[in-house]
Nanobody
Framework: QLQLVESGGGLVQPGGSLRLSCVVS????????IGWFRQAPGKEREGVSC????????DYADSVKGRFTISRDNAKNTVFLQMNSLKPEDAGVYYC???????????????????WGQGTQVTVSS
């Protein structure tokens, strides 16, 4: 059964860091690009980052460039999102999702992502 399971969320003060993990099962991770998305209350789900199947190509939303880093360990079936210098506006439920192909899309829209995890909550507050 195909699964993506996020973890690593929590409460952090502004300026703090969190590392999210997305552990996958039921498919071969090295064959797919993976994206991270987030959704704040009352807002649409937005793309945060994407990483190609090999990790050689990454993409970031302008709002997180220079602060977040996406990486993957295909041997451990895991994709990571390192989040530094967190801001209150980074808060929300973070989801990982499997793209239908090897490469990230030209944008970070949800189009082309076919399987989603259940999400992990990130709260940024003092």
């Amino acid at each position: 059964q195909l699964q993506l399971v996020e973890s690593g969320g929590g409460l952090v003060q502004p300026g703090g860091s969190l590392r999210l993990s997305c552990v996958v099962s039921g498919f071969t991770l090295e064959n797919y690009a993976i994206g991270w998305f987030r959704q704040a209350p009352g807002k649409e789900r937005e793309g945060v980052s994407c990483i190609s199947n090999s990790g050689s190509s990454t993409d970031y939303a302008d709002s997180v460039k220079g602060r977040f880093t996406i990486s993957r360990d295909n041997a451990k079936n895991t994709v990571f999102l390192q989040m530094n210098s967190l801001k209150p506006e980074d808060a929300g439920v973070y989801y990982c999702a499997r793209r239908y192909t090897l490469l990230c899309g030209s944008t970070l829209s949800t189009t082309g992502y076919e399987s989603w995890g259940q999400g992990t909550q990130v709260t940024v507050s003092s």
